[in-house]
C-alpha cells in the first residue's frame, strides 16, 4: 500500500510538472503563420475548410482544424486559450503513456517513460503551440491502447466491454489520421503485427484457428471503417494536397541516414538547437528506458518505433 502511494505521488509530481512546463507564458508570444493558419480554419464551418483547402493547396487534413473550433467557442481566441488546447492535451499524453508503460512493462518504467515525455524538448515545444501534433499523439496512443490491450491484439486477451473498446479504436484512428497524413504508417505497423501474430499463432498451434482468422478479420472490419470515415475527405482534396505536397518538396530525398539523423535530432533536442548536454541526457533517457524494457515486449517496442519511421522514409523517398 505504501510503495502504491509512492508511485502515485511520483506520477502526480510528473504530471504537474508538464502542466507547468506547457502553461507557463504560453501566451507571452503572438501567434506565428502555422499557429494562425490553424486559427483562422478553426473559425469556418467545414463546408468552408473544405473549399479553402482545395483552393490554396492545403496539406493538412481537418480533424484538429475542427476541434480547436469547438475549443475556441468555449475558452475563445486569445494565443493563451488556443495553445491551452496543446497544453492540456500534452499531459493527457504522459498520462497515456504511463498508461502503456504500465501495461507493458511495469510500473518504475512506465514513469520513466512518463517523466521523458513531461521534459523531452520536443514535448514541451509542440504542446505550446496552437497546432495539431499533440493532439495527434493523444490519439495515436489512444489507438494502440485501444488495439493491443482493450481488443488484446498484443496482449493476448481482450479487456471488458470488446465493443466499447472497438468504438474506441475506430474513432480515434480515424481522429489521429484525420489530424495528420503520417498517422497512417502506425495502422500499418498495427495491420503488420496482427498479421505476424496470426500466422505466428497458426503455425505453431498456440490459439483456435477460428480463434486467430476472426480476430484477424475483425481488425479488417475495423480498418475498413476507418477507411469509409476518411474516404469523403480524401476524395474531396486529394488532388489539391498532392499538389501542395509537391509545391513544398523542394529539397531533394535524404538518404536514409539523413533521415534517421534529423528524426533523431527532433526526437532528442526538438526542433530548436539545444546544447549538446540535452543531446546526451535524452541518449542517456533512451537507453534507460530499453532497459527496463522486458524481453518478451522488446519486439513490441521496436516495431512500434521501426515500421512507422520506415514508412516515413520511403514515403519522403517518393
Request: glycine letters at 8%; one cysteine or more; proline letters at 3%.
Amino acid at each position: 500500500m505504501q510503495r502504491s502511494k509512492q508511485w502515485r505521488a511520483a506520477l502526480a509530481t510528473i504530471l504537474l510538472t508538464a502542466f507547468a512546463l506547457r502553461v507557463f507564458q504560453v501566451g507571452h508570444k503572438p501567434l506565428w503563420w502555422d499557429e494562425g493558419n490553424s486559427v483562422y480554419f478553426a473559425h469556418q464551418d467545414l463546408r468552408t475548410v473544405i473549399s479553402d483547402s482545395r483552393i490554396t493547396n492545403d496539406t493538412d487534413p481537418p480533424a484538429y482544424r475542427l476541434a480547436l473550433g469547438v475549443w475556441k467557442t468555449f475558452a475563445g481566441s486569445s494565443p493563451f486559450a488556443l495553445r491551452f488546447f496543446s497544453g492540456w492535451l500534452g499531459v493527457l499524453a504522459v498520462a497515456l503513456t504511463w498508461t502503456l508503460g504500465l501495461w507493458l512493462i511495469s510500473e518504475r518504467a512506465a514513469l520513466a517513460a512518463g517523466l521523458f515525455v513531461a521534459l523531452a524538448p520536443m514535448q514541451v515545444y509542440y504542446a505550446r503551440e496552437g497546432k495539431g501534433y499533440v493532439f495527434a499523439m493523444v490519439c495515436a496512443l489512444l489507438s494502440t491502447y485501444a488495439w493491443g490491450k482493450g481488443l488484446g491484439y498484443a496482449s493476448g486477451a481482450p479487456s471488458k466491454g470488446k465493443s466499447i473498446w472497438w468504438a474506441v479504436y475506430v474513432l480515434s484512428t480515424t481522429v489521429a489520421v484525420a489530424t495528420h497524413y503520417y498517422l497512417a504508417p502506425l495502422v500499418l505497423w498495427q495491420g503488420l503485427w496482427v498479421i505476424g501474430s496470426t500466422a505466428s499463432a497458426l503455425v505453431r498451434g498456440t490459439r483456435a484457428r477460428r480463434e486467430c482468422l476472426t480476430g484477424l478479420g475483425e481488425w479488417i472490419i475495423a480498418t475498413t471503417l476507418v477507411a469509409l470515415l476518411l474516404a469523403p475527405w480524401v476524395v474531396l482534396v486529394l488532388g489539391t494536397t498532392v499538389r501542395g505536397v509537391r509545391g513544398l518538396a523542394t529539397e531533394t530525398a535524404l538518404s536514409l541516414w539523413t533521415f534517421l539523423k534529423r528524426t533523431g535530432t527532433e526526437f532528442v533536442v526538438g526542433p530548436e538547437a539545444m546544447a549538446p548536454a540535452i543531446w546526451l541526457a535524452g541518449l542517456a533517457a533512451l537507453v534507460i528506458l530499453g532497459a527496463l524494457v522486458k524481453a518478451e515486449t522488446g519486439l513490441f517496442a521496436f516495431t512500434w518505433v521501426a515500421v512507422p519511421l520506415l514508412a516515413a522514409y520511403l514515403i519522403q523517398r517518393a
